[in-house]
């Protein structure tokens, strides 16, 4: 159904380099549960959750709040709205079964995205951080066909 997108963005970073030894089902599952919380907490819909899954960007506040939830139960992103990097990583060594290739790329990813500026408003930060993900993973010719 959907790639992972960790968090708003870290697990459809890393989608791009995932290793047999992860077990996407039970990723997805989680991830589907975390999905179903956040959307009753932030008043999010149908088609805000389809824009989430399609990686396309949020046209609703909501939306952006949804990515917000995500990132946070995934503690990836703090209590102020910023990108926890140690927790990054440890998702990324999960993910790629810790490839050092893949770690590599996954580092340069986390290290350029938790560097940038966002917006106070964590909401706005999510998708900013979003968006630094997508053109990080272009970046890094990592093929997911993004539309963001």
Known sequence: ???????????SVFGGVLVKGFD????????????????????????????????????TMEGKCLRSCLMKKYEVMDNTGKFVKDVAVTHAHK???GSEDRMKIAHEIIDACSSI?????????????????KEQ????????????
């Open 24 to 59: 996407k089902k039970a990723a997805v599952t989680a991830f589907m549960a975390k999905m179903d919380d956040c959307k009753a907490e932030v008043g999010a819909k149908d088609s805000d959750v389809e824009e989430l899954v399609g990686k396309k960007p949020s046209s």
């Open 117 to 133: 500026e966002v917006a106070d408003d964590h909401c706005e930060a999510a998708e900013q951080y979003g968006k630094c993900f």
């Open 1 to 11: 159904m959907a790639k992972l997108f960790v968090t708003l963005a870290i697990l």
């Open 95 to 97: 993910y790629t079964d």
């Open 137 to 148: 993973a272009v970046a890094h010719n990592i093929k997911d066909d993004f539309d963001y």
